[in-house]
């Protein structure tokens, strides 16, 4: 093989064992990790990067992640360049000027050397426990200024030449309201980066440097011509949707999420001109979150197992006005920003459904709900941090999925064990919620209901969605059941919560707060969903006798169990006559 060759198996090896690399990283973080929001929520991700910063591979974690990687490392060769030395370990959180996404979300990088010479970074960035701020958690909603949201770092040398930067560990020490938990999060990412400088050790000197440089390129370059393929099968046009934050503060107004999809030929350009102007809250979103959820809603079009590098990227352009929801100027509060990239990745679905309906997905729960708290327990602080995620839209062919993370995260839910043993914390109910997916020939996932008791005075904060503007459904196919907020305190009075309200709140002992999620979007005319599994539904509490004949004209007979045909094509006739 010559040097100017590029062998189709020698290219696969190299990418499995990139992939491979960026896994492990992700095992590394997960089994290292202190905190539940990492360890068992795992809202974290990680990456391998070349020399030029672009990602050759990411591990099996968050895709709403992806593109702030590249972007960080833009700042890192803008501000250290050449200067940067073996064993240099930086660190950042800053969304204004070192391209973090919100404080919670700490990013540590490695520069790898190889023989003296930069061979590339490895990249991990995680959702830390809490970082300072107005309220434990350090998401607040009615936060106005990223100021109020916690301690802010540039980019920081956290080692340098091996050596720890003492004063960065004491400074996030006492910023912090769970220094156990952040440092504990923060070595393992190191340990992470580690085996990441291991592994791309380990194919230089397998392959060289200069034949793997080629390799990586010739990745990007298949990724690219993968994806272009994948776009050259739409039809050229301008498909444009809109989707809809609820709103924030006890009487919201809805936020716009405009998004313009531009098919020409192999590219595909997405422009949010027409979104809501940023507003005085946390749920801002810097830019590089937009992006990822723009590319992953893209990258589920393809039918092929594109690699996971920056060389699929590059036919799409992603552009929003400054200023705007998605790409707010400084000083905009951001912490809770999440809420608006899984509707971007939402509205991107909608335009896509008016292109290939057959390979969208209706409407999912909205992304993760957060429910962020904490207080003193048996003489020590706590900090809770519970974001639980739940369901999916319907797509052809197959119902939505319950208990599953949002198509453009890969989240998990905390087991109620570790809830309870490691937070004052009592979780008197999950499950499911009949009637609640969306009607259709294929039906959205149910919501989820999780209700907690507190068994320490804590004040808490939310961030939830969904509740005005329930998920959307496909091709005819109904919406999912809206999400709601129910705080019982133990004299019996109820308060149904904003969505994101704008205060926090103060919970007694033995105050329950109870989360109910969002049902998926459906697809398909509800009237064309076969009998039978109507019939399965029931029998496993997806739905009742009473929604099953109202949402879908299936008509139960007196065994409870079996269906009445002939009922059921009569109510059917009945509800069609009825449009």
């Known amino acids: 093989m010559t040097t100017n060759t590029i062998d189709p198996i020698t290219l696969e090896v190299i990418r499995n064992a990139l992939a491979s690399t960026a896994d492990e990283m992700a095992l590394i973080v997960m089994r290292s990790a202190y905190s539940p929001v990492v360890r068992d929520i795992m809202d974290y991700s990680t990456a391998l ?19 702030s990687f590249p972007r960080v490392l833009r700042f890192v060769q803008e501000r250290y360049g050449a200067t940067l030395k073996k064993g240099d370990v930086l660190i950042a959180n800053d969304p204004y000027g070192s391209g973090g996404q919100h404080l919670p979300d700490i990013y540590i990088l490695k520069p790898i050397f190889v023989d003296g010479r930069l061979s590339g970074f490895a990249a991990t960035v995680a959702h830390h426990t809490d970082i300072g701020g107005i309220v434990p958690g350090s998401v ?52 992470a980066c580690n085996v990441a400088e291991e592994g791309l050790r380990s194919l230089i000197a397998r392959y060289g440097a200069a034949l793997l440089d080629r390799y990586i390129d010739a990745l990007h370059d298949h990724a690219e011509a993968m994806m272009r393929d994948v776009i050259r099968a739409l039809p050229n046009g301008l498909y444009k949707a809109t989707d809809y934050i609820d709103g924030v503060g006890e009487h919201p107004v809805p936020l716009a999420i405009v998004a313009t999809v531009t098919v020409a030929d192999d590219s595909i350009d997405i422009d949010f001109t027409g979104t809501a102007d940023q507003v005085a809250a946390s749920i801002n979103c810097p830019i590089s979150l937009p992006e990822s959820a723009a590319f992953c809603a893209i990258r589920c079009l393809s039918q092929q197992d594109i690699p996971n590098c920056e060389g699929y990227l590059r036919p799409i352009t992603v552009r929003a006005p400054e200023g705007c929801l998605v790409n707010p100027r400084y000083p905009a509060a951001c912490g809770a920003r999440g809420v608006v990239g899984y509707r971007v990745f939402d509205a991107i679905m909608q335009a896509l459904a008016q292109i290939v309906p057959e390979r969208a997905i209706g409407g999912s729960e909205g992304g993760p709900y957060l429910l962020a708290g904490g207080g003193m327990h048996e003489g020590k602080p706590f900090v809770l941090n519970e974001m639980v995620v739940g369901t999916w839209g319907a797509r052809a062919g197959k119902d939505g999925i319950e208990g599953i993370s949002n198509p453009a995260a890969n989240l998990s839910n905390q087991p109620i064990e570790m809830v309870e043993t490691d937070m004052p914390v009592e979780v008197l109910r999950y499950g499911l919620v009949a009637d609640s997916g969306g009607a259709g020939e294929f039906r959205g996932g149910l919501a989820f209901v999780r209700e907690f008791r507190f068994l320490a005075d804590a004040r808490f904060t939310l961030r939830g969605d969904r509740r005005d503007h329930p998920p959307f459904g496909i091709e005819g196919g109904g919406t999912g059941a809206p999400s709601a907020h129910l705080f019982i305190r133990t004299d019996g009075t109820q308060q149904h919560l904003p969505t994101m309200p704008m205060e926090s709140f103060n919970a007694k002992r033995g105050d329950i707060f109870r989360l109910t999620g969002a049902g998926g979007g459906g697809y398909g005319d509800a009237l064309r969903r076969e009998p039978w599994r109507v019939a399965d539904d029931l029998r496993e509490g997806k739905v009742t006798i009473a929604g099953a004949r109202r949402d879908y004209g299936v008509v139960f007979a007196a065994d409870g169990t079996s269906v009445d045909k002939t009922a059921t094509l009569q109510t059917r006739a009945e509800l069609m006559e009825q449009r």
């Open 140 to 191: 607040a909603i009615y936060a106005t200024e990223i100021q109020q949201e916690g301690l802010r770092l540039p980019l920081l040398k956290l080692y340098e030449a091996g050596e720890p930067v003492d004063a960065v560990f004491r400074i996030i020490e006492a910023n912090t309201r769970a220094p156990v938990e952040v440092l504990g999060d923060i070595r393992a990412q190191i340990a």
């Open 49 to 67: 990067c070349d020399a030029q910063g672009r990602v050759i591979a990411q591990g099996l974690t968050l895709p709403i992640q992806l593109c």
